[in-house]
């Protein structure tokens, strides 16, 4: 049976967040493979109510366990990395990733109880060898330290995994994107043959700008501010927060970090030597004591998050410092997809305090860690592959993707999660479709999305709940009347009396014209409780709530 090249997303192609892909080399079937990426996505009161993170279902990746030869890791946004604690013991593989990624993948593991370590490995040209690919980290430019593409070299020729990129010649914090080097992978090996490409930007038509370009314009604004300033951002941009701390010091302001996520992250870059000198900073019980002309605070919470310092300073003071009428608050940061409206509040919120609210200004507080579409263009002409796969974006950003790269002449191919394609040719094509989902981290338990976990959680929360409780004495027949309890549902319905009174009497009513064949058995009593709660609902209220119905049986002594 000949060998094949495989490439499989479980997560991250069709969306945004969640990445997980496969590559596989050998006979059909029997493929060795390795896993890139474990990440995840956030979820939504609307869809996943209660849920604390989504990540890509492993149940193939389970199936094929020991096919799977290793786990890489690019970087260590969550949406790369926060899946690993909870799907390594699925997987008992050896992980690889840098030296920073490394070690907050490792504080992720330790926090969850997760008994592996993560292999430290430098970029090329250390190559690791696992099964039959030969794997070299190499740096390239994002929005946190040590990203890496991974070079994968197969026996069928050279795969780039871009991982997420921009073209940043001086990112501040982290490694630039190096031409020489890049040109170099292009040539070993024989060329490229296949480029799995970042397509996050690929609408956004100007070149992406150097986080370098933000120092100046940063600076002048905080100079211009007459109370406190305070600036939130993605806790993980670690250059964006040294852009930030030096833009305060250069406008003569005392610096203060707050937020568990942000001062864990520049200490993990302080350890592993990839951020130096980052200015000095005061804590929060010295910050109260600064006039506040000379503070700014840098905080978390960028995308709205309730718990953030953001959150918190917009509903008041949090660790004795609070907002006043004259300070201005800066989101150096773009809101993602989905996040606006808990953005928005947080702003309003700053607003009727007085405080000036400041956005990206189009660029001018903020850059994107992913390359805009002349970039992209850009990569292409230098790598010049045979075979261009999208990835890391939505379904339109994988088709635009593909439109450009068939432009010039470089065959390509839409793969959605689920989608595995053979890229042994010199054409991708589809061979194969497998079941992908999510699971759902609730709590601290893992449930599948199709469980119905949250399906009914949803139904509860839009109709509201009716608890039925009834005793069927040795008889056969009820002992006194049915009670009920209403959680999320009005007190008095249409007819102006108590829900739970009206309800009682008409479940009441119904046991009385049950026949005994009904009433010898629970659960024909119970489906008659439920219809008949619901039924009276729908007319006292409009809805049809959840019924839970307990039936109690006296049993002769």
Known sequence: M?????????????????????????????ERLIVVDLGVTFPDMDGSPGVDLIMADAAWLEQNAERIEAIFITHAHEDHIGALPFLWPKLRKPVYARAFTASLGQQKLNENGVNTQINVVEPRPQVIEAGPFKVQFAPISHS?????????????????????????????VGEP?????????????????????????????????????????????????????????????????????????????????????????????????VLKDFPSVVQPEEAADIPRENLMLIVTGSQGERRAASAALSRGKYLGLEMKEGDAFLFSSKTIPGNEIGVIKIMNAFS???????????????????ANRPDLEAVHDLLKPKVLIPMHGEHRHLREHMKLAQSKGIASEIATNGTMLDLTGDQPKVVEY???????????????????????????????????????????APLGDPWVETMGLPVKGRSGIALEEVLEQELSEALDRAPGKVMKDDDKIEDVLRRQARTCSLEEIGKKPEVTVVVSRLMDE
């Open 177 to 273: 994107f190096d031409v020489q080097m890049w040109h170099e992978i292009a040539q070993e090996t024989g060329g490229i043959k296949v480029l799995t490409c970042d397509s996050t930007n690929i609408f956004s038509h100007l070149p992406g700008k150097s986080e370098a370009t933000l120092i100046e314009p940063l600076t002048k604004l905080i100079q211009m501010q007459d109370g406190m300033i305070v600036a939130t951002t993605f806790a993980s941009n670690v250059a964006r927060l040294k852009t930030l701390a030096d833009a305060g010091v250069a406008a003569g302001r005392s610096i203060c970090l707050m937020g568990r996520s942000m001062k864990r992250m520049v200490q993990t870059a302080k350890e592993t030597g």
């Open 144 to 172: 946190i330290p040590e990203s890496s593409a991974l070079i994968i070299d197969t026996p069928e020729g050279r795969i780039v995994h871009s991982g997420d990129f921009k073209l940043d010649a001086n990112p501040i």
């Open 352 to 370: 009727e305090m007085g405080v000036e609210v400041i956005g990206d200004r189009g660029g001018l507080y903020h850059v994107s860690g992913h």
């Open 2 to 30: 000949s060998d094949r090249l495989i490439y499989l997303p479980l997560g991250g192609a069709g969306e945004i967040g969640m990445n997980a892909y496969v590559y596989g080399y050998g006979p059909e079937g029997s």
């Open 434 to 476: 497998i079941e992908t989902g999510r699971l759902y981290l609730d709590g601290t338990v893992l449930i599948g999305a199709l469980d119905g976990v949250v399906r009914e959680r949803i139904r509860m929360a839009l109709n509201g709940h009716i608890m039925v409780n009834v005793i069927i004495d040795e008889d056969g």
